[in-house]
């Protein structure tokens, strides 16, 4: 479906909407603050093009099952553009998102700021962005939804700001708009939804025709927290504890051992992925969510059995802050042989990167709930784990550290290796006689 300005949006997601009356008198004569010749004009062409007074539409409507505050803005009056009667509208929708208590969305098209007002529009993003802080702080969701174009300084406040980003196929994302970038890259793929996506920035990229449905199943998890812990999932594969520490290990490690992804499909009736750290860093193998169990929503990190990087880390400790905010119990899922140990980890702050995820788990007021599902590989693993709610699946282990490496450092010869998988004692049965784990999940 093409764009065509805040009332199409408002239509496409939105079974209802009631707009917020705008009564106050303008605080400038008709060329604004900076008095800019042609600035009432060049207003009074962008309301006939648009049928609007200003560049964003907000109100109250209904998305899916969810009631929700909604912004959205009409990028035929100026370009989208934020000058201070829009911070206005925008202010008045985060007063009534917070002081209700309901999710707000902005659905996002625009250039930035506008030129005419000088500073003055400039200065809104200091004042979206305290609003944004308020919402978070009174445990209230934000989601923005990026259309084409979102660009400018909207795009790192209002946009990139939200707990859940979701852009538009083929939409054009940046903080440098087309105008201002260096020519030689006016065209790179970094400017575009599927650029930020593959970089981390938007959680979910989708189509016009699917924005409804993911927008309506995004507000539902992030509205359906429950103070009740998660359960334990069902342990998948063999039910069958090993005999030895070696078999333990050998287990954990086969390729025919479910992996996160089953036990997520498993596990929840429906469930969606947040994506990225936010500085630039993706760890496929680390799955990071909110999945709906019954009725009720419970936040998830999961290692998928590679060696997780210093953004995986990220990206969990990113997950664990949004679920402490919004008062969603947490599903850790550890499988991973370590963190990620070569000079490229190192660079990106992989040490720094588990304290800060201990640091969030220690510090969490929500239950967090972990099951070991394969490898428990040292402090990439534990940093994942629960302090006092963790099980593990029979055909898993946790270990101070991987046999093999564990020989090489008591310099014992490699063909040594399964005993000293037996001293670590790390065999699930093992793991519950020595308190580590609380129980072994059934099957």
């Known amino acids: 479906m093409p764009d065509d300005g805040a009332r199409a949006a408002l239509a496409a997601v939105?079974?209802?909407?009631?707009?917020?009356?705008?009564?106050?008198?303008?605080?400038?004569?008709?060329?604004?603050?900076?008095?800019?010749?042609?600035?009432?004009?060049?207003?009074?062409?962008?309301?006939?093009?648009?049928?609007?007074?200003?560049?964003?539409?907000?109100?109250?409507?209904?998305?899916?099952?969810?009631?929700?505050?909604?912004?959205?803005?009409?990028?035929?009056?100026?370009?989208?553009?934020?000058?201070?009667?829009?911070?206005?509208?925008?202010?008045?929708?985060?007063?009534?998102?917070?002081?209700?208590?309901?999710?707000?969305?902005?659905?996002?098209?625009?250039?930035?700021?506008?030129?005419?007002?000088?500073?003055?529009?400039?200065?809104?993003?200091?004042?979206?962005?305290?609003?944004?802080?308020?919402?978070?702080?009174?445990?209230?969701?934000?989601?923005?939804?990026?259309?084409?174009?979102?660009?400018?300084?909207?795009?790192?406040?209002?946009?990139?700001?939200?707990?859940?980003?979701?852009?538009?196929?083929?939409?054009?994302?940046?903080?440098?708009?087309?105008?201002?970038?260096?020519?030689?890259?006016?065209?790179?793929?970094?400017?575009?939804?599927?650029?930020?996506?593959?970089?981390?920035?938007?959680?979910?990229?989708?189509?016009?025709e699917n924005l409804p449905d993911t927008l309506a199943d995004w507000l539902l998890l992030l509205t359906s927290a429950t103070p009740d812990p998660a359960e334990v999932p069902r342990a998948l594969g063999s039910p069958d504890l090993p005999a030895d520490g070696w078999s333990a290990v050998a287990g954990a490690r086969s390729k025919d051992r479910p992996r996160a992804a089953a036990y997520l499909a498993d596990h929840f009736d429906t469930h969606r992925l947040i994506r990225g750290d936010r500085a630039g860093g993706v760890d496929e193998g680390m799955l990071c969510g909110i999945g709906l169990r019954g009725r009720h929503a419970v936040a998830f990190a999961a290692q998928n059995g590679t060696a997780t990087t210093p953004a995986g880390f990220r990206t969990a400790a990113r997950l664990v802050r949004l679920a402490d905010r919004l008062r969603l119990p947490v599903l850790t899922l550890v499988d991973t042989p370590g963190a990620l140990n070569d000079a490229a980890a190192e660079r990106m702050g992989v040490g720094p990167s588990i304290a800060e995820l201990f640091g969030v788990v220690a510090g969490a007021r929500v239950p967090i709930t972990t099951l070991v599902i394969g490898e428990g590989g040292s402090g990439g693993a534990l940093a994942l784990s629960s302090v006092e709610r963790t099980w593990i699946a029979p055909n898993a282990y946790f270990s101070v550290i991987a046999p093999e490496m564990s020989t090489a450092i008591l310099k014992r010869p490699p063909e040594e290796v399964a005993a000293t998988a037996d001293q670590l004692r790390l065999r699930p049965q093992d793991l519950v006689e020595l308190g580590i784990v609380r129980g072994i999940a059934a099957t």
Request: net charge negative.
């Open 14 to 208: 939105a079974a209802t909407f009631t707009e917020f009356t705008d009564d106050r008198e303008s605080r400038y004569g008709p060329d604004g603050p900076l008095e800019w010749s042609g600035y009432a004009e060049a207003r009074s062409r962008a309301a006939e093009r648009s049928g609007e007074r200003e560049s964003v539409v907000c109100g109250r409507g209904r998305v899916g099952a969810v009631e929700a505050v909604l912004i959205a803005f009409d990028f035929r009056f100026l370009g989208g553009s934020v000058g201070t009667a829009t911070g206005d509208r925008i202010e008045r929708a985060f007063t009534e998102a917070r002081e209700t208590g309901t999710p707000l969305v902005s659905l996002i098209a625009t250039g930035g700021s506008r030129m005419q007002e000088g500073m003055l529009s400039l200065r809104q993003l200091q004042r979206i962005s305290r609003h944004a802080v308020a919402l978070r702080e009174a445990g209230v969701p934000q989601v923005s939804v990026l259309r084409d174009p979102t660009t400018g300084g909207l795009w790192a406040s209002l946009g990139a700001g939200a707990d859940v980003v979701i852009a538009l196929e083929n939409a054009q994302i940046g903080f440098a708009g087309r105008r201002v970038r260096p020519p030689a890259v006016a065209d790179d793929p970094a400017y575009t939804a599927a650029g930020q996506h593959a970089a981390g920035h938007v959680d979910e990229v989708c189509t016009w």
